[in-house]
């Protein structure tokens, strides 16, 4: 029906050619569906890990209050926030979101090789940091995954379902814990906030394991999506060598970057140095209609980001401190006469 109705328009007078989608409308927004979701359900998740490491290092403060991150948005603006991340992903084309997978992939390789600052910090921030780029991971692998099967819209359709129980209760989860997760814990009664409190430090290494599967399903998917687009080895040659070389520079560029302005305007910085370096790129190698995509990259980020600032500052001025819970007290050594 969607093609049916897409013939009928006169696209070649009235839409330029920036302005129509890689996908049918129906797919693209359940893709932009399962996108949105996957933020939601990382970003509630990572929430509750800084509640508990906030919580542990209260008591260990001589019994001090945690102090309290912010609540997710909910009601309209949780709704308007939904509406706006999935339009966007249901715009950005799979090759734009394949491009920006891989080059997420190669900064998180190169960083957790040269990181030099605290394993579990590094995975905080690199976790807060990908957001935008598991939404992409997801589309990109969708679109791969389903490509050219007879029931399209339908196999989308399960999989934005099921990506939307997922975000519910994970919402649900969070919203549970930063109401009531100090007084069940001492309590005692509540089965999820006593899991939380003897397994809770397990939820950290779970997102990051998913999420690596998530990128490593995702890089081959942009990697087959990419070299679709040539006819020969040599078309593709001219487009990965300047793409391997432009990703180098930026990932040696983003790493000073970060030492040179710890914080969350290094973070900042570097979003607006690798969306504009892939601008580029796509200004010498690629189409217009890349080029308006990428330059809606730059919104999802931010939409993304913003909502998330206050975690962004918990993991840069934690130094990783969750992680000594485990060590024994030293004991005082005796001076010998």
């Known amino acids: 029906m ?135 991971a997801l589309t990109c692998s969708l679109h791969f995954l389903h490509e050219g099967a007879a029931q399209r819209w339908l196999c989308l359709l399960l999989a934005a379902a099921l990506s939307w129980f997922l975000s519910r209760q994970t919402t649900k989860l969070w919203h549970h814990v930063s109401a009531l997760y100090e007084l069940h814990s001492s309590q005692g009664y509540c089965g999820v906030c006593i899991s939380l ?38 078309e593709a040659l001219r487009f990965w060598t300047p793409l391997t070389i432009c990703y180098t520079l930026l990932v040696v560029y983003m790493q000073e970057e970060q030492h040179r302005l710890p914080g969350s305007q290094a973070l900042l910085n570097t979003v607006v140095v690798r969306l504009g370096g892939l601008t580029v790129l796509m200004l010498t190698v690629g189409r217009w209609a890349d080029v308006l995509h990428i330059i809606m990259c730059f919104l999802g980020e931010a939409s993304c980001l913003i909502p998330t600032m206050d975690l962004l500052d918990a993991a840069f001025l934690e130094n990783g401190d969750f992680s000594v819970k485990t060590d024994p007290p030293r004991r005082p050594q005796r001076r010998h006469k």
């Open 197 to 234: 409190l003897t397994s809770g430090s397990s939820l950290l290494p779970l997102l990051a394991r998913a999420t690596s599967i998530t990128f490593s399903v995702a890089v081959l998917a942009a990697v087959c999506i990419i070299n679709q687009q040539f006819l020969s080895a040599t």
């Open 2 to 136: 969607f093609s049916f109705v897409k013939s009928l328009l006169p696209t070649s007078y009235f839409l330029p050619t920036l302005l129509t989608l890689d996908t049918s409308p129906l797919d693209g927004f359940l893709q932009g569906l399962v996108g949105a979701c996957g933020i939601s359900v990382l970003v509630s998740l990572l929430r509750v890990h800084f509640l508990l490491e906030e919580t542990w290092r209260a008591k260990e403060d001589d019994g001090s209050s945690a102090a309290r991150l912010r609540r997710v948005q909910s009601g309209l603006p949780g709704l308007l926030w939904f509406s706006l991340v999935t339009g966007i992903f249901a715009v950005v084309g799979y090759r734009v979101a394949s491009l920006v997978v891989l080059e997420f992939s190669l900064r998180a390789v190169s960083g957790l090789v040269t990181a030099g600052q605290e394993p579990r910090t590094f995975l905080q921030q690199l976790l807060l940091q990908s957001q935008f780029s598991v939404g992409c």
